[in-house]
């Protein structure tokens, strides 16, 4: 939308700016208050130099209104090669949690109602029997993530009381978020047992005492120790745990439904196996390798599972009815193997194969290069994906990547202009993410199953 105004050399003043027919429209368009902001704001850029007459001054302030009316969080390409990346919000979801997502957000749903009775019900019904039918639990309670769960368990179950748990377990998840600081703020007192590589069954025992609510294990899924090391499986633990009459609790992080090595993955704790196992409570994620939204899953007896649901700490972490209705929609999906790796995007991404990765690749190389330019390079290459969010942190997926890489023989200059691409690509109007490594730039297809969809964006930008 342009305007011919006759060119001022000062700023005018603010009720003369808002007579413009432009800025009127604006007002209809935006609200006074948005335009009169961003309006003074612009006369104040007039004054300091930094816009030199009315004409700058409007097509300022069309842009400035644009940006901040812009969502902050947009949708990006995930070409860096990990698959549950959590800055870039882990697991995609299925189409079929989207339209459940929308169903009840558009207005009034039976998130605490039971429609039989016509009393109040509970938020956890709608996904508690599908939980439970997927690993064997007793009862089960969802609430926001994986370290709330771990939070309200230890609050429900051991406050001021002792927690036993390996040293090699106290382990830090994102963000510098400890399992010691957990504990500290779930009021429970942490008992340390064996060494940070070998613990051993009477290193429990031992530690077990009048003041012992339950023996905790935590799975190392973001870290592995390797060489003379010992750890007691989940059966060895829970024969201790329940010899002393003291409930054992298991924190799976990651936490799989399916057996991830049918799949042609690298093993991961199956849910109902560990529970098999004599676990009494499981906490997991549900947007890691189960694909679906940011939820922490707690599954397993029913008399710990009804303590944890009276905590005060339930209702302050509990679920909306968006996540709840995503989460339900997901679940429903595993009642189908045969069709589930498909319908899961999380599974359907980890089991693609490189071949195919390898061809998406290809159908973007022109395109790519022509956006590019000259100065750089751009070829396919083998490289490795991995899970990612925590989840088998050594184990790596054969992929294949756009490598671009400087002409320049100036190692500085290369790095450089590396830092600068990656720059522009986050500039495009759907950002595309990639890594710098071995002086190049990569872009990991694994996450990109739609190349036109890219396509059509680096032309549009070329």
Known sequence: MTEALPLVTRPPSVDRALAWPLVRQLIVDHGRTLVLDCLRTGLQRWREGQIDDEQQLLHWLQRQIETRLAPSMRPVFNLTGTVLHTNLGRA??????????????????????????????????????WICRLTGAEAATVVNNNAAAVLLVLNALAQRREVVVSRGELIEIGGSFRLPD?????????????????????????????????????????????????????????????????????????????????????????????????????????????????AGIIAGRADLIARIRKSPLKRALRCDKMTLAALEAVLRLYANPDTLVQRVPTLRLLTRAQDDIQQTCQALQAALQCWAGEAFVVDVCQVSSQIGSGSLPLEVLPSAALRLRSRSGNRRIRSRELRQLSERLRQLSQPVIGRIADDSLLLDCRCLEQPDALRAVLAAEA
């Open 92 to 129: 995609p979801l299925p189409p079929e949690a989207i339209a459940a997502m929308n169903a009840v957000a558009l207005g009034a749903s039976n998130l605490e109602y039971d429609l039989a009775s016509g009393q109040r019900g509970d938020r956890d019904d709608h996904v508690e029997d």
């Open 182 to 294: 957990i504990m500290a703020r779930a009021g429970c007192k942490l008992r340390e047992v064996g060494a940070t590589n070998r613990t051993h069954p009477r290193d429990y025992i031992e530690a077990i005492g009048a003041r012992t609510a339950l023996l905790l294990k935590a799975h190392t899924s973001n870290y592995s120790i390797e060489g003379f090391s010992a750890a007691l499986s989940e059966a060895q633990l829970a024969e201790i745990a329940h010899a002393h009459q003291v409930p054992l609790v298991v924190d799976l992080g990651s936490g799989s439904l399916v057996d991830l090595q049918a799949l042609g993955l690298p093993a991961e704790p199956v849910v109902a196996q560990v529970l098999a196992q004599g676990v009494d409570v499981v906490t997991f994620s549900g947007d890691k390798l189960l694909g679906g939204p940011q």
